[in-house]
């Protein structure tokens, strides 16, 4: 007999000889591991605390690409729905999870969490009820040949969401010449009546989505001033247009006549905002002048709190605050009785051009940051917190919320000058759009809030539709198709 397998057929007799007590100590003092008794050539591995539900999709996220992963998460294409659907029924039938619709890819994670603490070993004895009387909306037929569950068949018939595809090109290119590219300006606005307003020299022109009409609105060569400023008042009837010289002059857009010319700045005018009857101009004397366009211009209200040039203005919707942004770096919030700040904000590296107020949620107020920033960030102005913040990587020059979803677009300038669409409060980018050769300088939206038009230094106006609240392509189509091409 060969002198070592005597050795361990001893030692193994040896071994079952033991008393119980010294065998179940020695297996303590081992912790039980099969491979610490070297007793016969078997391994039989301990599944004892096992949870196959998290190795499962552990296994299946190793198996994707960095870039898949990306799609998934993202459900920008329909591939990435379906490798979702296929996961959800590979639960089903291999783990019973019992999913019976597809699950969203945002909340996937957190739905797969819950029904891990859930599933604690995959093999484990199931007592079968009685079976219930067969239900064609709630049950598989007992004559089906289909290997799945009646969950797995809810789940391959529950409706699928269709994917949200925003166009990559603009469906409109128009020629501006004239565009200064400059930041500290806001050259472009849209009215409620369909009207957009472009700035550009020393005219105002008047693009009408109805008619196709181009006017021109005024010319201010002949006093030897330019353009540095355009505003709609809320109801499209009248446009604030602020002067080099300094001058705010208020035009009816209907009668193209001049109702006021308003002085008091020594400066620029690059920031408008109206807030009913009022309107208040920034400039670069530093000072925010508020006035009633109904009363005597001597009656006016001086805001004075930024060191530099303002060069972003925003009436909040409730129409109680104010926000200002400078090229101090500084972004105040002013209330409608008080000459002095109520809030400063003071994160931002560079000049804060970039202002909105939430539509959806009372209070919150989103900026943006210069070349040096780059930053997009969000405050409470209720309880003057800051919220979130993150770096877009170029300078950012406008923002605009969307009116239908919880969804923001910023314009860029240095170096990418780009166009993204935001979702928040996740800051998830929905869409990347390219194509103009300058800073992205100018932005307004459209009226029915599913289109928006961008200005940028290389003379053009591209119109995107990034807010589409249809995704039918015939229907996607703005009014605006009805301008003239001209490039």
Same mark, same amino acid.
Request: hydrophobic letters at 40%; a positive charge; proline letters at 0%.
């Given at each position: 007999m060969d002198q070592e397998y005597e050795r361990?057929?001893?030692?193994?007799?040896?071994h079952q000889n033991l008393p119980t007590e010294a065998r179940l100590s020695k297996c303590v003092s081992a912790t039980c591991s099969p491979v610490s008794i070297k007793s016969g050539d078997r391994f039989i591995p301990t599944r004892a605390g096992s949870n196959w539900s998290i190795n499962f999709h552990h296994a299946n996220e190793n198996c994707r690409s960095p870039n898949q992963t990306h799609k998934a998460k993202d459900a920008t294409s329909d591939?990435?729905?379906?490798?979702?659907?296929?996961?959800?029924?590979?639960?089903?039938e291999l783990l019973g999870a019992g999913i019976d619709t597809v699950p969203d890819t945002h909340t996937d994670d957190r739905r797969h969490a819950v029904l891990s603490q859930d599933s604690h070993s995959l093999f484990r004895y199931t007592v079968h009820t009685k079976r219930v009387p067969f239900d064609s909306d709630n049950e598989v037929s007992p004559y089906s040949l289909s290997p799945l569950s009646n969950k797995s068949h809810k789940l391959l018939r529950s409706p699928r969401k269709p994917a949200r595809k925003i166009s990559k090109i603009p469906f409109k290119v128009l020629d501006a010449p004239e565009l200064q590219d400059d930041f500290y300006l806001n050259l472009v606005d849209w009215s409620a009546g369909n009207l957009l307003s472009v700035g550009l020299g020393a005219c105002v022109y008047l693009w009408s989505a109805c008619t196709s009409q181009v006017t021109r609105l005024c010319d201010l060569s002949v006093d030897g001033d330019s353009v540095t400023s355009?505003?709609?008042?809320?109801?499209?009837? #009248?446009?604030a247009v602020g002067t080099h010289k300094g001058y705010v002059q208020i035009w009816d857009a209907a009668g193209g006549r001049k109702l006021t010319s308003l002085e008091g700045h020594s400066a620029r005018v690059g920031a408008l905002a109206w807030n009913g009857e009022q309107l208040s101009s920034g400039s670069r004397d530093r000072v925010i002048l508020q006035r009633d366009v109904r009363t005597p211009p001597s009656a006016e209200r001086r805001l004075q709190g930024h060191r530099q040039e303002v060069?972003?203005?925003k009436w909040s919707p409730d129409h109680q605050h104010l926000a200002s942004g400078g090229n101090d770096n500084k972004l105040l919030v002013?209330?409608?009785?008080s000459l002095l700040p109520m809030q400063q904000y003071s994160d931002h590296l560079a000049a804060v051009k970039a202002i909105a107020w939430s539509p959806h949620?009372?209070? #919150?107020?989103?900026?943006g940051g210069g070349t040096a920033d780059r930053c997009l960030r969000f405050w409470n102005t209720l309880t003057g917190q800051a919220l979130q913040c993150t770096d877009t990587g170029s300078q950012v020059c406008n923002l605009a919320w969307s009116k239908h979803a919880n969804e923001l677009v910023s314009t860029h300038g240095y170096s990418q000058n780009q166009i993204l669409v935001w979702k928040y409060p996740s800051l998830t980018q929905v869409a990347k759009l390219t194509g103009h050769s300058y800073r992205v300088l100018y932005l307004a939206v459209s009226p029915d809030g599913e289109a928006i038009v961008t200005g940028a230094g290389d003379e053009t106006l591209r119109f995107w539709n990034v807010f589409s609240k249809t995704r039918c392509t015939k229907e996607s189509k703005s009014v605006l198709n009805l301008f003239t091409r001209i490039r």
């Open positions: 361990r057929l001893l030692r193994q007799i040896n591939s990435s729905k379906d490798a979702v659907a296929y996961a959800a029924l590979l639960r089903n355009v505003c709609w008042n809320e109801r499209g009837s #009248l446009v060069c972003g203005l002013w209330n409608s009785s949620q009372h209070g #919150l107020l989103a900026s």
